[in-house]
């Protein structure tokens, strides 16, 4: 991904692709104290639009006042860099990395005199589980190694150090034969996946974790409103693994796997083993909303 042409906004301007490099003392690299997010734009009939931008930049916000670290820049000039790293690198559609880390000015625990860097990136990215499993479903273990406690990590935050637990689940996962991993919470109730959040339905009834330690995934928060439009009632409350085996249907949500629908867990099928009817609705739904074509909610999408 470094060798490539392009732009990437790093610490208020716009440097060639290749030139975007950081020292190898940057403090964040060695602790993964940083803060990111994943956003996602679509081609619309206006043009590229970033989806729920100002949420995305909000939760950065607030993942950093999490940590404890100061952003340097205000939101309307983030919100522009992500417009801009869309834009300049001639993107129609695709996936936005902003990113706060610390600098490299001391390799102490305190960091109380690290200067904070803000970097955006944008590249093309298509179906982040692929094109086919957004059709059919993708097969999911219950994974080995158990989502943050609260009081460990922050789990409202989107942490860089949060997704060493995603990436070993998903490693793990992905080693076994599986596309992804659904990480249980330290009580054993069904959490999150790696980097989604899960929905299953049972009896026309959308059941979803209760945020507790899953990230608020705006994805999430998406599909419940898309729900709610639709008539269906959607319940947060504690889910069991054994609730999901025997769901008529499960997805997960994120801006990067969209809705994906699941179609086995632990090599039990789930309900007809293939994406059923409700999530082939909502995934319908979902993408109509980002690709505005939707009369519902223009406030969501932002031209670049
Ligand atoms: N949980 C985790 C751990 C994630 O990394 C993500 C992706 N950001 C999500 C859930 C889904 O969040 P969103 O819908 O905001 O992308």
Redesign the pocket.
Known sequence: MADRDGLIWLDGEMRPWREAKIHVLTHTLHYGMGVFE?VRAYETAQGAAIFRLRE?TD?LFNSAHILGMTIPYDRATLNQAQCDAVRENGLSSGYIRPMCFYGSEGMGLRADNLKVHVMVAAWSWGAYLGEDNMRRGIRVRVSSFTRHHVNVTMCRA?ANG??MN?MMALQEALRDGYDEALLLDTAGYVM??????IFIVRDGVLYTPDLTS??D????RTVMTLAAEIGLPVIEKRITRDEVYIADEAFF????AEVTPIREVDGRAIGCGTRGPITERLQSLYFDQVHGRRGEHPEWLTLV
């Open positions: 994943g995305h939760r989107k949060n997704y995603s999150e996946g790696s980097g989604e959040n899953a990230l995934g705006i994805t999430r949500t994120g801006t990067a």
